[in-house]
């Protein structure tokens, strides 16, 4: 009787989740990786913003000590790829590159 309790638990866990995706009960939930994972207390005053880079972003200079972000902004993380960049004034930004802001509300 145990083996008979363990070889059914082995194959119906295995299965379950096979079986409702096939059978579309079960939906695809994407990841959300806007705010690359940092989150900050809500008593706060500030927000948590992403900017994608686009070659009009950077139409004036490529540095980030050069890009025109809103009064009361700071950026404290680059994302690059699948790289994480610590942000200073002589960093040189490329067009897709998702910066991580945080801003005064």
């Known amino acids: 009787?145990?083996?008979?309790?363990?070889?059914?638990?082995?194959?119906?866990?295995?299965?379950?989740?096979?079986?409702?995706?096939?059978?579309?009960?079960?939906?695809?939930?994407e990841v959300s990786d806007d705010h690359f994972g940092v989150e900050i207390p809500d008593e706060l005053p500030t927000?948590?913003?992403t900017l994608t880079l686009?070659?009009?972003h950077l139409a004036n200079s490529d540095l980030l000590r050069d890009l025109?972000?809103?009064?009361?902004?700071?950026v404290i993380m680059i994302r690059r790829g699948g790289r994480y960049i610590v942000p200073n004034g002589?960093?040189?930004?490329?067009?897709?590159?998702?910066?991580?802001?945080?801003?005064?509300?």
């Open 1 to 29: 009787m145990f083996f008979v309790t363990i070889l059914s638990l082995l194959v119906q866990g295995t299965t379950v989740m096979a079986a409702a995706r096939r059978l579309g009960l079960v939906e695809r939930q």
């Open 68 to 74: 025109e972000l809103p009064q009361g902004s700071l």
């Open 90 to 105: 002589r960093r040189r930004l490329q067009p897709s590159d998702v910066l991580l802001i945080i801003r005064e509300d």
């Open 47 to 49: 927000s948590l913003h």
């Open 54 to 56: 686009t070659e009009a």
